[in-house]
């Protein structure tokens, strides 16, 4: 029973355009967001969380969306680089041990 | 400017062989966490640690115990080895400051065959 699921396995955008990635949430406690960035052979870095008090957090080029009556959280980045491309996971967490539970992952392929 | 260290980087096992998966942080993090990651899959939680002396199982325990030896390191072991437990695990702690996002180390590559 996926709790965090990301529903497209990869995404393919163009440089500079936007890329818009989602994450849906079945856990009602959850009440914090991350996303985390990951290329081959190395560690998840993160990017950019949220908290369920708000609806949107800002940071560069990476904006988080939260839309917590659908459940919904998506990452937008603008203007999309070659070097953004990655697999990108959601993760969120309940309560004060901040265990993650990460979706599947998208992977993420800017085009020059 | 270590951050989350793992050690090995890279392992192969025979099936019901002995192994210690070592994670060390130097970052003063409080909590620690190991995590699995099979192909296809996002990351499981294993075991953690919210604060030193302290451990607690996550989503995925069976095979696997783990100490928690100081503040800076915690070791992943798994006693008798399983080609089921073939993965990447990740190590990652975090401070336990609210809303501070866990640091993850690059990972072990385990095979068992």
């Known amino acids: 029973d996926q709790q965090v699921k990301q529903n497209s396995p990869s995404l393919s955008v163009q440089e500079g355009r936007i890329s818009i990635l989602n994450c849906d949430y079945t856990?009602?406690?959850?009440?914090?967001f991350l996303w985390y960035k990951k290329y081959p052979a190395e560690g998840p870095t993160f990017l950019i969380s949220?908290?369920?008090?708000?609806d949107k957090n800002e940071d560069g080029r990476f904006t988080v969306f939260l839309n917590k009556s659908a459940k919904h959280l998506s990452l937008h980045i603008v203007p999309s680089q070659p070097g953004d491309s990655a697999v990108y996971f959601c993760?969120?967490?309940?309560?004060?041990?901040?265990?993650?539970?990460f979706g599947k992952g998208t992977l993420l392929t800017v085009n020059p | 400017n270590a951050g989350v260290t793992q050690t090995p980087k890279f392992q192969v096992l025979k099936t019901g062989q002995s192994m210690t998966l070592q994670c060390a942080q130097d970052?003063?993090?409080?909590?620690m966490y190991w995590y699995r990651q099979d192909p296809g899959m996002g990351l499981r939680l294993i075991y953690y640690?919210?604060?030193?002396?302290?451990?607690d199982k996550g989503e995925v325990p069976n095979g696997y115990n783990v100490s928690r030896l100081n503040k800076r390191e915690f070791s992943l072991r798994l006693e008798s080895a399983a080609p089921s437990q073939t993965s990447v695990y990740f190590c990652?702690?975090?401070?336990?400051?609210?809303?501070?996002?866990?640091?993850f180390g690059d990972g072990t590559r385990l095979s068992i065959l």
């Open positions: 990652a702690s975090r401070q336990t400051d609210s809303n501070q996002p866990q640091h």
């Open positions: 949220i908290s369920s008090i708000k």
């Open positions: 640690s919210a604060s030193e002396g302290t451990t």
């Open positions: 993760a969120a967490s309940a309560g004060s041990n901040y265990k993650l539970t």
């Open positions: 970052m003063n993090h409080n909590s």
């Open positions: 856990n009602s406690m959850f009440d914090y």
